[in-house]
């Protein structure tokens, strides 16, 4: 019986006894008590690598789509450079009668004489309105798409929108060069960025035979208006 007895009073004595996990719940032994939190899975060799990489691929993208759009608003150049004499036309000649009230509106809207208007038109086109050059300059002042576009010509072959637009064009580079004919009538046919980079006119032979051409046609002009002769 005395055996029975002892038996039953540590059976009673074990259940008081609160668990191990338990009786440490407000000490340093509940972090042992909760379930171990799950360790973060190893990374991958060269994860990181990749992910830096991707990253750079994305910073790179968005600085090309804002230099894109940097260069979208940007102005165009105007560009009439055309190496090659217009082709062979399929329209005649405008006569004087048609072609001199264009060149005196805007000879006059761009204070410009409008026998330099005359003379670049007849240097560019023998005044043919549908002449386009193997290098795509086209119309009366052979003006280049990008020129054309600049100017927001419409429809390049009509007289009048390609007449104006060269007439603007002509402005501002005589403005540019301080009303040096030579130099404008170069950067005319050559561009710009191409006499600024010789500081003068080109050694092109194509650029230099037409500034010559023209500068001859308007002293032949000033010639005739001096002595007289209609």
Not at 9 to 16: H, I
Not at 137 to 165: C, I, R, W, Y
Not at 172 to 178: M, R, V
Request: aromatic share 4%; with cysteine.
């Amino acid at each position: 019986m005395r055996w029975l007895l002892v038996l039953l009073a540590s059976a009673a004595l074990a259940q008081d006894s609160p668990p191990a996990a338990t009786a440490n719940r407000d000490g340093g032994g509940a972090a042992a008590a909760s379930p171990a939190a799950p360790s973060p899975a190893p990374s991958k060799p060269g994860a990181a690598m990749s992910e830096s990489l991707a990253r750079q691929r994305a910073a790179m993208a968005v600085q090309r789509d804002a230099a894109r759009k940097q260069a979208e608003a940007l102005p165009l150049e105007p560009l009439i450079h055309h190496e090659m004499a217009p082709s062979e036309p399929d329209c005649d000649p405008l006569q004087e009668a048609d072609v001199d009230p264009v060149i005196a509106s805007a000879a006059k809207a761009h204070d410009l004489q409008p026998e330099l208007l005359r003379a670049v038109m007849r240097q560019e086109s023998q005044f043919h309105p549908c002449a386009v050059s193997e290098k795509g300059a086209q119309g009366l002042m052979q003006l280049m798409p990008s020129t054309a576009e600049q100017f927001a010509v419409h429809d390049v072959l009509d007289p009048k929108q390609n007449v104006e637009a060269g007439a603007t064009y002509l402005k501002q580079l005589f403005d540019k060069y301080k009303g040096n004919l030579g130099l404008m009538l170069a950067a005319y046919n050559a561009g710009p960025a191409t006499v600024d980079e010789a500081k003068g006119i080109p050694d092109i032979p194509e650029t230099r035979t037409y500034v010559d051409a023209i500068l001859k046609s308007l002293q032949s002009a000033q010639a005739a208006t001096r002595g007289g002769i209609p």
